[in-house]
Nanobody
Framework: VQLQASGGGLVQAGGSLRLSCAASRRTIRTYVMAWFRQAAGKETEFVARILWSGTSAFYAESVKGRFTISKDDAKSTMYLQMDSLTPEDTAVYYC????????????????RGQGTLVTVSS
């Protein structure tokens, strides 16, 4: 499965962005899909993940209540709606997928896409 993240950009603090992760495979129903991010000079950080059926989602404490993960199986696309952005959210955001739920460990996900840069100005 090839993953392509998009939707990053420059936004002011308090603003919103929606990231998309398009999968090459027609169905993503059988995959756990996740978002991770890496800020400059920092380690990769788990952001959110959504389980196979799409009915269960998990978030990092730092984004809980501000970010919403979702997916559209018909479009083979996962989304990350990011609201109330702060400069601390500035990072390259990556999407990942696997048939197994590897939780918050990005390196264990079999499929990982190239990142999209999100920059939040103060």
């Amino acid at each position: 499965v090839q993953l392509q993240a998009s939707g990053g950009g420059l936004v002011q603090a308090g603003g919103s962005l929606r990231l998309s992760c398009a999968a090459s495979r027609r169905t993503i129903r059988t995959y756990v899909m996740a978002w991770f991010r890496q800020a400059a000079g920092k380690e990769t950080e788990f952001v959110a993940r959504i389980l196979w059926s799409g009915t269960s989602a998990f978030y990092a404490e730092s984004v809980k209540g501000r970010f919403t993960i979702s997916k559209d199986d018909a479009k083979s696309t996962m989304y990350l709606q990011m609201d109330s952005l702060t400069p601390e959210d500035t990072a390259v955001y990556y999407c990942a997928a696997d048939v197994t739920d590897w939780g918050d460990t990005m390196t264990r996900y079999e499929f990982r896409g190239q990142g999209t840069l999100v920059t939040v100005s103060s």
